[in-house]
């Protein structure tokens, strides 16, 4: 999800998604395997591979695992042929959700997404309706002592970050695209961990939502389109105050 202090948001959903571990790694393994043959196999000098790589780090995917899927991308054994679809819909207070899947079967996964849409309430989009208001940024995210702008700020800045938010003990970096390996390798030589790295979409506004209510549906239909198996990730412009959230539980 994108917005405001994003990962600041999410940390607490973040950690229940990270304990599915079968599908998280299933998950991460399709995007490897994509981002293999969109940019090659070698992490060096595919800025992808190698964010789905540190991905895979931060949810203590095996290093066998990721290797098994470089080589199955690399042709070394059968390997589905993923297609890249992206969705978009509205949903409560007029969100803009985005959403990316990896998927064998279109006609399976649009089924599934608009019968989501439906189901909720909510209003699925043509395409383009959406996704303007989202730009692809790489994203890190510290956390602890080095989230802190004495730590970061002239580190990441000079290695090609444009944006630096720090709130409540969580730093957020973001930076262009091809930005992304060079901010990893400095990250690693100052001995900063990343509590998540990848190429994400950051909106442009975000839709600040107050109504408890609301904001608990928001958060399921944000959940039940993480929950399908077909989708890699869910982006949406909205940002919820944390007294809000802290008073909402998903189900």
Not at 34 to 42: H, I, L, P
Not at 117 to 127: H, L, P, T, V
Request: overall charge negative; proline content about 2%.
């Amino acid at each position: 999800m994108s917005g405001h202090s994003r990962w600041a948001n999410i940390k607490h959903k973040k950690g229940a998604a990270d304990k599915k571990k079968g599908k998280v790694f299933s998950r991460m393994s399709k995007e490897i395997m994509v981002a293999v043959k969109v940019g090659g196999a070698d992490p060096d000098t595919n800025a992808r591979l190698n964010a789905a790589i540190i991905a895979s780090r931060a949810v203590n995917m095996p290093v066998a695992n990721v290797e098994r899927a470089i080589k199955k991308a690399s042709g070394e054994g059968n390997t589905s042929n993923y297609e890249e679809i992206v969705y978009e819909g509205y949903g409560p207070e007029g969100v803009a959700i985005l959403i990316e899947c990896l998927s064998d079967n279109r006609n399976r996964t649009a089924g599934e997404i608009r019968m989501i849409f439906d189901r909720s309430g909510a209003n699925m989009a043509s395409s383009g309706a959406v996704t303007w208001m989202f730009h692809r940024k790489c994203h890190f995210v510290v956390t602890g002592e080095n989230a802190t702008e004495e730590k970061l700020f002239e580190l990441v800045i000079e290695a090609g970050a444009e944006d630096l938010e720090i709130e409540g003990g969580v730093a957020e970096i973001w930076g262009p695209v091809e930005a992304f390996l060079t901010i990893s390798k400095v990250l690693e030589k100052a001995k900063i961990e990343v509590e998540e790295a990848g190429l994400s979409r950051k909106a442009e506004t975000s839709v600040n939502i107050k109504d408890p209510e609301k904001a608990k549906k928001l958060l399921t239909l944000i959940e039940k389109f993480e929950d399908q198996d077909d989708v890699q990730a869910v982006h949406a412009n909205f940002d919820i105050p944390d007294q809000i959230m802290e008073s909402i539980q998903v189900e």
